[in-house]
């Protein structure tokens, strides 16, 4: 059986910062992802990247991905990668069996293991819900951004948090026509500058309201969106059917937390986080010794706080596996500043207070 | 269908690679996954679901909801939006379960 | 109005321009209204003329004494929320940032936008700007009428 120092489940922004950080530390890593290649969801985020310029501010996503990974490259000697490559189980002596791509089991021994395995698209319950042509809003950005295929001609976007406005706007660039934004809740959900922005390209956002039904011989052909009250509960009387032969779904992200539970991490429910996240200490440790996470499967953010939150626990593991990186406290410090920087606004108020939730801290 | 110019991103012309899809021969490029190749050829249905049969095209492309599952080369359970397009490959809507087979 | 429909009020709007005297120069204006976790304007403007401060939760502040309306802020916000706008021989001239193919052409009439992405009137396109140093977003040089000082914020082809 192979057996490794340091097993990353994940290789998106979080596990390559982590990676980057244990081989400046002295410690080799092997990060095994699903995907073709690493990178995460960074691949198809086309858009210039908010934070400050220790989280690659004003980069795009897509050139923030080749940084980390190039950052990884320099440290070829440390590093190893398993991609198309899938963690199918986590147990408690930690060894985690895995499904490469000639569909082969086999298993991996680690000292340490760092689960950064992200999270995952939630679905909305309606009627015809699983017609083929409603996606989650990322597999549509995935789709048009990496593979150059649209979705579609006329799109409908279901959630106005900041994925349903930026991949609104990305559909606008590659020459989709977004019918509307359409948003439950009473305000819009994600940075008003990326509302701003499609409104002005004339799309229009609508809050107040959601998709009731889809329709399509095969595919989907048309979608019925009824006006809600502020108890979210459907005003008779205001449906009104749209053609659309694409829907995308954006209303939330749930942590890909399962491998978590398996190997029998203590999980809590925290609805501000996403879901079920394991409990966590301030070393992003979990209740199982040695088993560390990072990223949205700790609790959904912005992908600026997964980078950071990577490198920040690619340095515990070090110092866990007695390899000390030579400025290990000024960079915690700095991690940690960048971190509270990042959640310190309105829009971190969730996250605090999640935080806070999964600590047992009473939160002001 | 393919997007041909984009204001950020550059999409180079690939590889054409053909494969067969249901018996028929199609053909996508490299880079592509076989659920986007099949995506710019306008196939949107690539299961069925096991019990009302419904179809099901992909959702999630990350790999992880199931919905885009074919048989490849004649294996069930390929989650066609994370697997690459190879040349030749032998791609079949799926509408069940799965058959699990030994000589393989 | 921002939060349930991305458009700001006017009253809002206003508080990001300076008077009209000091649009005889070009200036920035940064409509970046709520606090969200951000400071590419501040660190890219090569003459300091925009604050965030420590908190990048906080919204710029522009110092008119500084700006030049040089318009690198404009395709160094993330957010594609600043304009440069100038008040000069009885014509509105902005500097906008866009994102979008085909570009306009120099001299082509186009469609003023005003923020809710109605049309409101022609624009002139002066001048376009895509250096490798912008990343993709060029910086588009547009004139419009005086009135549409305070409404324009894009343009649109005509087709």
């Known amino acids: ?364 | ?104 | 109005m921002l939060k349930t429909t991305g458009v700001p009020d006017k009253a809002l709007i206003l508080t990001r321009f300076p008077d009209d005297v000091i649009l005889g120069k070009p200036k920035a204006i940064t409509e970046c209204y709520e606090p969200i976790p951000c400071n590419p304007c501040e660190t890219s403007c090569p003459f300091e003329a925009i604050t965030v401060g420590e908190d990048i939760n906080t919204p710029p502040k522009v110092d008119f004494d500084k700006c030049t309306g040089c318009g690198i802020c404009v395709y160094n916000c993330p957010g594609l929320a600043i304009i440069v706008a100038q008040l000069k021989n009885d014509k509105a001239y902005f500097k906008i940032p866009y994102e979008f193919i085909p570009m306009p052409e120099v001299g082509e009439t186009v469609h003023a936008i005003n923020r809710a992405g109605e049309i409101i009137g022609e624009a002139k396109i002066e001048k376009v700007t895509l250096r490798k140093k912008q990343d993709k977003t060029a910086l588009i040089d547009v004139s419009t009428n005086t009135e549409l000082i305070h409404e324009f914020v894009t343009i649109r082809r005509m087709r």
Not at chain 1, 282 to 295: R, Y
């Open chain 1, 1 to 364: 059986m192979k057996h490794v120092d340091l097993l990353i489940i994940g290789g998106g922004p979080s596990g390559l910062a982590a990676a980057k950080m244990a081989a400046e530390s002295g410690v080799s890593s092997l990060i095994i992802e699903r995907d073709t290649k690493v990178g995460g969801q960074l691949v198809k985020q086309t858009h210039m990247f908010f934070g400050s310029e220790k989280q690659y501010a004003k980069t795009r996503g897509i050139n923030i991905a080749e940084i980390l990974i190039n950052d990884c490259k320099e440290h070829d000697d440390k590093i190893s990668y398993m991609t198309e490559t899938t963690v199918v189980g986590l147990y408690p002596d930690y060894v985690v069996t895995v499904m490469d791509r000639n569909h082969k089991y086999s298993k991996i021994k680690a000292n340490t293991i760092l689960v950064a395995t992200g999270a995952s698209e939630k679905v909305l319950a309606f009627e015809n819900n699983d017609l083929p042509g409603i996606y989650g809003a990322g597999a549509v950005q995935t789709l048009m951004n990496v593979h150059g295929v649209l979705p579609g001609q006329d799109v409908v976007m279901v959630g106005s948090g900041n994925i349903g406005l930026i991949v609104s706007y990305q559909l606008m660039q590659a020459g989709v026509n977004v019918k509307r934004v359409i948003e439950a809740a009473s305000v819009i959900g994600g940075y008003k500058v990326h509302a701003s922005k499609l409104k002005r390209l004339g799309v229009e956002i609508t809050t107040n309201m959601t998709v009731k039904s889809a329709q399509g011989n095969g595919a989907l052909e048309s979608i019925v969106v009824q006006k809600l009250d502020d108890d979210w509960q459907f005003i008779p009387g205001t449906e009104e059917e749209i053609s659309v032969d694409a829907l995308c779904i954006s209303v939330g992200l749930s942590p890909l937390s399962n491998l978590l539970s398996m190997v029998g991490c203590e999980m809590k429910y925290v609805s501000a986080l996403g879901g079920n996240v394991p409990v966590i200490d301030h070393s992003h440790e979990t209740t199982v010794p040695n088993i560390f996470v990072a990223g949205d499967v700790c609790g959904v953010e912005e992908a600026s706080s997964a980078i950071v939150e990577g490198y920040y626990v690619g340095l515990i593991i070090g110092n866990r596996l007695g390899k000390t990186h030579p400025h290990y406290e000024r960079l915690i410090q700095d991690f940690t500043q960048q971190l509270d920087n990042l959640r310190s606004g309105p829009f971190g108020e969730k996250t605090r207070s999640g935080l806070a939730q999964l600590r047992g801290e009473q939160h002001a």
């Open chain 2, 1 to 104: 269908m393919r997007i041909k110019e984009h204001p950020i991103l550059d999409f180079k012309e690939t590889k054409k690679l053909h494969f067969m899809y249901n018996g028929k021969q199609v053909y996508g490029f490299e880079g592509d996954t076989i659920a986007s190749a099949l995506h710019a050829l306008g196939i949107k249905t690539l299961r069925h679901s096991i019990e009302l049969k419904r179809p099901r095209g992909f959702y999630c492309a990350i790999g992880n909801c199931a919905s885009c599952n074919m048989i490849v080369d004649g294996t069930p359970n390929v989650r066609t939006c994370i697997t690459p397009l190879k040349e030749g490959m032998q791609v079949e809507t799926q509408k069940d379960k799965g058959v699990y087979n030994e000589t393989r």
